[in-house]
């Protein structure tokens, strides 16, 4: 079993930068890939960014980003802290929303949500 810790959220001006972090712990050698979803208010959660992470995965080492993210969000991992982390640039209030880490032990399709085994409890990030 892998556990999954979010921080980093917070608020922040339109224009500013967080930077969010995934912590796991547990059997993390089970897992390829691990992803940051998000939930706006009154929206259903969507894929925002995921990097690959284990040896045996597709591509090792490669990242997906949602379009609304690009240029913006960068995704990058740490294996000695077991670490992913979200450095998010560049922030809109359209971007205020629960951001949830997750982790998945095989992941064909990095923007879907039944890939991932492993979820946080999320962080609130909140632009105005």
């Known amino acids: 079993h892998v556990q999954l810790v979010e921080s980093g959220g917070g608020s922040v001006q339109a224009g500013g930068s967080l930077r969010l972090s995934c912590t796991a712990s547990g059997d993390t050698g089970v897992t390829d890939a691990t992803g940051w979803f998000r939930q706006r208010p009154g929206k259903e959660r969507e894929a925002v960014a995921a990097i690959y992470t284990g040896s045996g995965a597709p591509t090792a080492s490669s990242s997906w980003y949602a379009d609304s993210v690009k240029g913006r969000f960068i995704i990058s991992q740490d294996n000695a802290k077991s670490t992913v982390s979200l450095q998010m640039n560049s922030l809109r209030p359209e971007d205020t929303a629960m951001y949830y880490c997750?982790?998945?032990?095989?992941?064909?399709?990095?923007?879907?949500?039944?890939?991932?085994?492993?979820w946080g409890q999320g962080t609130q990030v909140t632009v105005s």
């Open positions: 997750a982790a998945g032990e095989w992941v064909a399709a990095p923007d879907r949500e039944s890939e991932y085994n492993y």
